[in-house]
């Protein structure tokens, strides 16, 4: 019987989508599958078209029903009970604890752009000879000073001193530049005309600063950052005067990528004698090139004469390797996060030998695994948890500002802080819930005894391996601090428990 006009386009349609949904189903079900639900959805098109229901209403009811055919149709492929079994259970496994861990860790690195903080903290020195530089730097808070009395010492200093064979002296501070973006937040540094030249480097673009640049022009250099994001690069910004301070200076050069000195947030240097004539001595300081044969301690000594004989300004003046400076950040970061693994892997120790792992009855396979599980799996969740506080935070900065805000360090540092406690603690409190043998995630929760009868707490909870290998008890109150978690292992008895009986297919 042809059906009336007026739904034969919905049968055709529907039709259409059956036959696409049916492509899931296996080949010897395939028409017989089929035939029911185009007999359900032919009969329904022609009851709502006689009885005048069909409408909007009616045709998205329909519309929902036969895309729960593709659902359907899925099922009779693939064994719903098993999948959904397979769906509770293996998030339970090792595997997938650390496969999630790697995801969430390669996701970060391509979202940081490859973690170009770390890369370059990591890339040698961009300097000549680095381990002849040396810096003098001051450690006295909230003491501030003119910044022209230090470069005007710093040349004096330069011509007495028997140690350093060449001196430069900096001075930061926060100011806005003008760019293609519009007027930017930025910290700038105000260094000796021969900085560049003590440290040994080179332009990108442009040149960089030589001597009388502080008296014959108001000129600055940038750094590659802030060439990027503020002039997209552009190589016709060297010669480019900008508007920064209270006048205009010209762009004379732009620093290399890798460069970095002190604080990687700095992004403009200039020479200019007007540009901060007050800052604080901890924002100040000098770089030195040693001379052959001098080591820190004869520099320290003889710097340490000069600058007390400056004046009480110069108070707790000490000279460090620049190398050890630059590098004193990531150090730092690796050494915290030695220490939480180190930590962690104590605690844990502590906690199986009052019990648990102790006491258990487990092969040296079974302890290998289980010890090899908890450091691969702390030691990913403390490699995100740096990658997360170092590259993040300056993504953020430079989306939202433009820059890499001044703040950015202090973020980093506290974010990495407390990321790392949250990690080890989850993976400390992740193992201690896992199956001794299989390092499955314990289900089953159960708590024992009657909660009235022990002043309103239960007597204790036990988890049980979802695979029968044994039970877990956590007592609720502790007789003394030796007492710990108890493993007890399941016999033979116990297996029949926690066989699966297979499952037919629809």
Same mark, same amino acid.
């Given at each position: ?53 069909? /409408?909007?209403?009616?045709? %998205? ?88 009395? +230090? ?12 140690? #350093? ?9 926060? =100011?806005?530049?003008?760019?293609? *973006? ?5 910290? =700038? ?35 590659? @950052? ?14 480019? *005067?900008? $508007?920064?301070?209270? /006048? ?48 820190? @301690?004869?520099?320290? =000594? ?26 004193? /950040? ?14 962690? #892997?104590?605690?844990?120790?502590? *906690? ?14 079974? *302890? ?7 450091? +691969? ?12 506080? %170092? ?38 409190? @992740? ?23 022990? %002043? ?5 909870? &036990? ?8 039970? %877990?008890?956590?007592? $609720? ?13 399941? @016999? ?8 699966? &009986? ?5």
């Amino acid at each position: 019987m042809k059906p009336p006009s007026p739904i034969r386009a919905l049968l055709w349609q529907s039709s259409l989508l059956l036959r696409m949904a049916s492509f899931l189903v296996p080949k010897a079900q395939r028409e017989e599958w089929y035939r029911e639900w185009h007999a359900e959805v032919w009969h329904w098109i022609h009851f709502l078209h006689e009885s005048g229901r069909l /409408g909007a209403t009616t045709k %998205l009811e329909l519309a929902k029903h036969l895309w729960g055919a593709f659902s359907d149709a899925a099922w009779r492929r693939w064994n719903r009970e098993k999948f959904e079994r397979a769906l509770r259970e293996k998030p339970r496994t090792a595997r997938f604890c650390v496969s999630a861990i790697w995801v969430v860790l390669l996701v970060i690195l391509i979202a940081s752009g490859f973690a170009p903080s770390i890369r370059s903290s990591l890339s040698p020195l961009p300097f000549s000879q680095p381990d002849k530089l040396a810096q003098l730097s001051f450690h006295a808070n909230y003491v501030h000073y003119p910044a022209d009395t +230090l470069f005007r010492l710093v040349t004096e200093w330069q011509a007495q001193s028997k140690t #350093a064979q060449a001196l430069a002296g900096y001075s930061w501070d926060t =100011t806005s530049i003008s760019t293609d *973006r519009g007027a930017l937040p930025v910290i =700038t540094a105000r260094i000796s005309s021969n900085f560049f030249e003590v440290l040994g480097n080179t332009a990108q673009a442009g040149r960089l600063f030589r001597s009388g640049d502080e008296h014959e022009c108001r000129c600055i250099v940038i750094s590659y @950052d802030l060439w990027d994001i503020g002039f997209h690069r552009n190589p016709s910004v060297v010669g480019r *005067r900008v $508007e920064y301070y209270d /006048g205009d200076s010209k762009i004379i050069g732009v620093l290399p990528r890798n460069f970095r000195f002190i604080s990687p947030e700095i992004s403009v240097w200039a020479v200019q004698s007007n540009v901060s004539k007050l800052n604080f001595a901890t924002r100040t300081g000098a770089v030195l090139r040693l001379r052959p044969g001098v080591s820190l @301690d004869s520099a320290s =000594t003889e710097f340490r004469k000069l600058t007390n004989d400056a004046g009480f300004r110069f108070v707790e003046a000490e000279i460090t390797s620049l190398k050890s400076t630059v590098r004193q /950040g990531m150090q730092m970061y690796v050494g915290f996060t030695l220490l939480a693994l180190a930590g962690s #892997a104590l605690l844990l120790i502590g *906690r199986f030998t009052r019990g648990g792992l102790a006491k258990a009855n487990l092969s040296s396979r079974d *302890r290998l695994r289980w010890w090899a599980f908890f450091a +691969l799996k702390t030691i990913l969740l403390l490699a995100l948890c740096s990658i997360l506080s %170092l590259e993040i935070p300056r993504r953020i900065s430079l989306a939202f500002t433009g820059i890499v805000s001044p703040m950015t360090g202090p973020a980093s540092t506290w974010l990495f802080l407390v990321s790392t406690i949250l990690a080890v603690t989850w993976s400390f409190r @992740d193992q201690t819930r896992r199956c001794r043998i299989c390092l499955k995630r314990l289900g089953h929760e159960v708590y024992v005894g009657v909660s009235s009868y022990l %002043l309103l707490e239960w007597w204790g909870t &036990e988890l049980v391996c979802p695979v029968g290998h044994g039970m %877990l008890h956590v007592a $609720e109150m502790k007789a003394s601090w030796l007492e710990g978690d108890e493993w007890i292992p399941l @016999d033979e008895s116990w297996k029949q428990l926690f066989v699966e &009986e297979p499952l037919n297919r629809q």
